[in-house]
């Protein structure tokens, strides 16, 4: 059993960066593939970027590839998500999300464990 924390979120203005992290609980954090999903108002949860346990391989939705960067560091036992160049479109709820046993990282349902979400608002 893992819990995860998100926090970071906030009010930024179109075109600027805001960082996230989720703190995470347990020893074998190292082993868990981590994971950032988000959900705007009156649509689905989507998937935004995954990363490995290792670090070594990266994921990304084509929406956000190239503008946001998703990195851990398993000593801390925390996941960061850096968003540059945010867009009125990226404003939504941010979700962490971690499970030991994935197959493919862009599916929601691969991911047993979530954290509360934390708020993500792009002004235009």
């Known amino acids: 059993q893992v819990q995860l924390v998100e926090s970071g979120g906030g009010l930024v203005q179109a075109g600027g960066s805001l960082g996230l992290s989720c703190a995470a609980s347990g020893r074998t954090f190292s082993s868990y593939t981590m994971a950032w999903f988000r959900q705007a108002p009156g649509k689905e949860r989507e998937f935004v970027a995954a990363?490995?346990?290792?670090?070594?391989?990266?994921y990304y939705a084509d929406s956000v590839a190239g503008r946001f960067t998703i990195s851990r560091d398993n000593a801390k036992n925390t996941v960061y998500l850096q968003m540059n160049s945010l867009k009125p479109e990226d404003t939504a709820v941010y979700y962490c999300?971690?499970?030991?046993?994935?197959?493919?990282?862009?599916?929601?349902?691969?991911?047993?464990?979530w954290g509360q979400g934390t708020q993500v608002t792009v002004s235009s």
């Open positions: 999300a971690a499970d030991p046993l994935v197959v493919d990282p862009r599916r929601q349902q691969a991911y047993r464990r």
């Open positions: 990363i490995s346990g290792g670090g070594s391989r990266t």
